[in-house]
């Protein structure tokens, strides 16, 4: 994984793991690590978990795989975050829009 991109997922895991309410040992716990094995991936001690390991962290994580990778809307321009926010509001998916609150409760924090 480049620099870059590690630095991105890592953040990523962080952003899903608090806006699940979960801890770093309790997300640990629920794919089966070691206590302290999701601290060492969010900390970059564990460059590049397994694949197997990344589909455990998704499913705990109630995302898909996408979901651990997707890091767009970073360079968007303020039209285009407008139209994705419109297109979220009209969706009836409750589950995703939950989901996607409590991301934005996250980063607000940052």
Do not use: C, I, P, W
């Given at each position: 994984m480049s620099r870059d991109l590690g630095v991105s997922f890592r953040r990523q895991l962080a952003r899903l793991r608090e806006a699940e309410g979960l801890t770093q040992p309790k997300l640990s716990e629920m794919i089966g690590a070691g206590p302290q094995y999701v601290?060492?991936?969010?900390t970059g001690r564990i460059k590049t978990p397994s694949w197997e390991r990344m589909k455990k962290l998704a499913k705990a994580l109630n995302v898909s795989?996408?979901?651990?990778?997707f890091f767009e809307g970073v360079?968007?321009?303020?039209?285009?975050?407008?139209?994705?926010?419109?297109r979220l509001a009209e969706t009836n998916d409750v589950k995703q829009l939950r989901?996607?609150?409590?991301?934005?409760?996250?980063?607000?924090?940052?």
């Open positions: 601290g060492h991936v969010e795989m996408s979901d651990l990778f360079d968007d321009s303020l039209e285009q975050l407008r139209a994705k926010v419109h989901r996607y609150y409590r991301l934005m409760l996250v980063s607000r924090e940052e």
